[in-house]
Every structure is written in C-alpha cells, then in structure tokens.
C-alpha cells in the first residue's frame, strides 16, 4: 500500500506546471513556489512511509501548497495578540509605544532628518543633543547620554570610570536578568574587579567602609528589579552611600533597571523608587531602560554629573553601543508625555494599562463574553490577576478580569495550540484547565479578530 501511495506522488515540475500554480507565479517568486512544493510533496511522501497518510486528491494537494507558500511569505516577526495580562512581557516585545512615537518612527524611517546635523549652525552635530536636553528638563540632571539597552549602559559605565579598578557591590545585589546575563558577567566584561561586601540579605555601611581602598573604582547600587529578599534583611540607604562616597571621593553609581519616573502608588501596587528620588539622594550616575516601566523603546539610558557622563561618552565602546535614529525618535516622543503625568498615563500604553481600573477591566471582559456568546462560543466571566512582567514588581499583582473558554471539541491545550499558530497568533495562558484571555492586556480592536479564530477551532 505504502508502495503504492508513493508512486502516486507527482514530480515537482508536473506540480509547477499546473494552471493553479503558474497563475501564482504572477505575484510569487518562483524560489518560493518551488521551495514550498517540495517541502509538501517531501511531508507527504515521509507520512506515508510512517504509516500516517493516505491518498490525497490533486485539488487538497494544491491547496496544502498554497498554504505552505502564504506560511513561507509571512515576516517572521510579527504581530501578536496579547491575552496573558502580562504587561512588560519580553517574549512579546516588552512595551508598546505610544501613537506619538510610532509617528515619530515612521518619520524618522521613512525621510531624512537631522540626526547629526546641526540646523541652527549649519554643520555636523550630535544625536545625543536631541534627547538629553529633555531627559535634564525633565529629571532634572546635569547631563544625560542613550545607549542601546540597559545592560550597555551598565557596561559603558564601568568601563568609563572603574576599568582595571574594583567595583563595590553588596552580595544580594548581584542580579542575574534575562537570558543568564548576570551583573558579575558585566562588570568583568567591563574590566572591573569585583568587590562583594555584605551578605545575600543583609548589608551595612560598615561593610561598604572596610572595602574602601585606593584601588577602589565606584560603588554600586543595582536595584533588584525582579527579585525580592523579604524577612531578616538589611540595605544601606542610598543617602548614607551618597555621605560615603562624598567622604571618600568615590563616585556613587546605580543600575535602576526598569526606570520609573512616577509613582505606582495611586494603582495600588507597593512603593517602587523612582529615578527623580535617585537623583535627589545624589546619585553620581543612573542607568535604567528605556522600555519596561517607562514605556517607550528598547535603550539604556544614563544620566548624572557632567563630570562623569562627560567621560563616558568619550569611550570608545560608546560608538558601538550608540542607537539609532528610529530608537532615538521613538525615546524622545516617549519622554515628552511625562512633561505631564496626565498625559503620560493615558497616553504610555505601559502606564495606560498598569493604572486602569478594575471596573473598566469588568466592562471590557463583559463586552469580549458577548461577543463570543452572540458567536454561540461558551464562555464565561473569571476573576484572576495579572503581572507587570519585565523584571519589575515580581512579587505584585493587579486584579483582573478575564475571558474564560472550555470548548466541547478542543482542550485547553489543543485551544492555546490552535489560537497561537493563527493569524495573528493569540497567547493566552491556561489556569485550572481553563483557557483565559486576560483582557487587560487586550485592546478593544483585538476581540472581532479573536471571536473570528475562537469560532474557526470550534468548526
């Protein structure tokens, strides 16, 4: 039988030769018909010698081409649905930008602009000129510099000012974030000599004093953003660090991570530091994301005394690590709406869906279940919570309202399966064997197109 079936597969040039498929070529790429032929017809012929096909007519044959070759021609990255109410998720992009700064990127790609040209003096200027008067305006600091993420950032830094120098750390801040990208890893790539001082949980100002020698390059502070030491604990204040460092004339430095610059309060989640209050207790230099909590693009960004960020910029590595122009634009729309923190909150899809209310969620997941039910799709209203996600506030979480779907035909894991390979995909994630589409992280645009697939795995 296998034999059989076998030879009932046709050549992949009696397949390009038939009408359906040359008509294709008019607006495919030959390559990419090709290819897609073969990769079908070699799955088909496979199968068989599994065990696992039977004959297939010409037409579904042509058919499973068709879909290989759409399959082939979708960009690999791509738009996704988010239904996990986890709001800074990495493996979804982190944070999206506002309108105002995807506006800003389709200009900045799409003409030329003054990226490092100096219109009022008619000669070459710099691209850092363009953000950090804002980042001084609006936080208040000397001077100001963007690199491409926060782990550059961190990594410029120390080998501006400590290279070959050892670098102060207290044992419980030796953080590990995504990817297994520790700080010892870059504070050695860095060319600094690590000093751990203290223990995993508790730390004092004595241990940061008794450390101190004239081989001493900086202290640092690194916020543990996605961890949390709770119980028997102990931090030295970043205000008595600050007397330290002004005793001894060594520069005081901080990895903030996510970057806050406001207050979470209001949402009710924990006190979380922001930059600001950093910066008042004297800080040196400050390095935190341009993405996570702040909302806007992917870029470390530092901040400080002009002394300081002076040095670092004329680093060699800072040419490697410098952004771009879309990256640039994208920051600087972000930063303005904190200019007004009003504006920052309705405006900054990060903050816009940290601070809505609970009895907008309610609506909101009210109108998806309608829609569903209107659809004949069972579903019903669940309570849950969501994350912040992104390394921020690990130990927090914000009520929610979700969608909940049991289908008679499919489980909760053939659901998330078939709901994740649409398009676009749809990431939900399943709790007590339950399908949840969490609708804080959904828009009001995303519920005809989940109806549209939900109803598509029902049939």
């Known amino acids: 039988m296998n034999q059989q079936l076998l030879r009932q597969i046709p050549k992949v040039d009696d397949v390009l030769n038939t009408p359906e498929l040359l008509a294709l070529l008019d607006n495919v790429p030959r390559p990419v018909v090709v290819e897609a032929t073969r990769q079908v017809l070699a799955s088909l012929r496979h199968d068989i010698l599994e065990g696992r096909a039977h004959a297939i007519s010409s037409e579904h044959l042509l058919e499973i081409i068709h879909d290989q070759i759409t399959h082939q021609q979708q960009r690999r990255l791509r738009r996704v649905i988010n239904g996990t109410g986890i709001i800074v998720h ?32 008619g000669a070459r200027g710099s691209r850092y ?25 961190v990594l410029l830094v120390l080998s501006a000012l400590a290279k070959g120098k050892e670098a102060i750390i207290s044992r419980g801040e030796l953080v590990e974030i995504g990817g297994s990208f520790r700080i010892p890893d870059v504070m050695q790539q860095g060319g600094c000599i690590l000093r751990e001082v203290g223990a995993t949980n508790r730390t004092h100002l004595r241990d940061y004093e008794e450390a101190i020698t004239d081989q001493t390059g900086l202290l640092l502070r690194v916020h543990t953003s996605n961890y949390r030491i709770v119980g028997f604990t102990h931090l030295v204040p970043l205000e008595k660090l600050k007397m330290l460092s002004l005793k001894t004339g060594v520069p005081l430095v901080e990895d903030m991570g996510s970057g806050l610059l406001v207050k979470l309060t209001q949402t009710g989640l924990n006190d979380e530091p922001t930059v600001q209050e950093s910066l008042a207790a004297g800080v040196d230099v ?12 992917q870029a470390g960004i530092i901040i400080g005394k002009t002394s300081y960020i002076e040095r670092i910029k004329r680093h060699p590595l800072n040419r490697a690590l410098r952004i771009d122009k879309m990256t640039l634009a994208a920051l600087e729309a972000t930063l303005s709406h904190y200019r007004s923190p009003e504006d920052a909150w309705q ?16 609506q909101r ?28 506030l690990p130990i927090q979480q914000l009520p929610t309202y979700c969608v909940g779907l049991v289908l008679p035909n499919r489980s909760p894991n053939q659901l998330e399966e078939r709901l994740r390979q649409g398009m676009p995909p749809i990431i939900g994630r399943i709790v007590k064997d339950q399908y949840l589409l969490d609708v804080r992280t959904l828009e009001e645009e ?7 697939q939900v109803r598509q795995t029902v049939q």
């Open 365 to 392: 997941a009210e109108d998806l279940l309608e829609q569903l039910r209107e659809a004949s799709i069972p579903a019903r209203l669940v309570t849950s919570f969501s994350q912040v996600g992104g390394g921020a």
């Open 129 to 153: 000129s363009h953000i950090e008067g804002l980042l001084c305006e609006l936080l208040g600091c000397e001077a100001a510099l963007v690199v491409n993420n926060n782990a550059a950032a």
């Open 286 to 297: 400050i390095t935190f994301s341009g993405d996570k909590l702040l909302g806007g693009p």
């Open 446 to 452: 995303d519920f005809p197109i989940i109806v549209h």
């Open 347 to 362: 405006q900054v899809p990060t903050l816009r869906h940290i601070g809505v209310s609970v009895d907008v969620l309610r």
């Open 90 to 121: 990495t493996n979804l992009g982190r944070s999206n930008l506002s309108q105002k700064a995807i506006d800003a990127v389709v200009e900045a790609a799409g003409a030329y602009s003054n990226l490092e040209y100096n219109l009022e003096q």
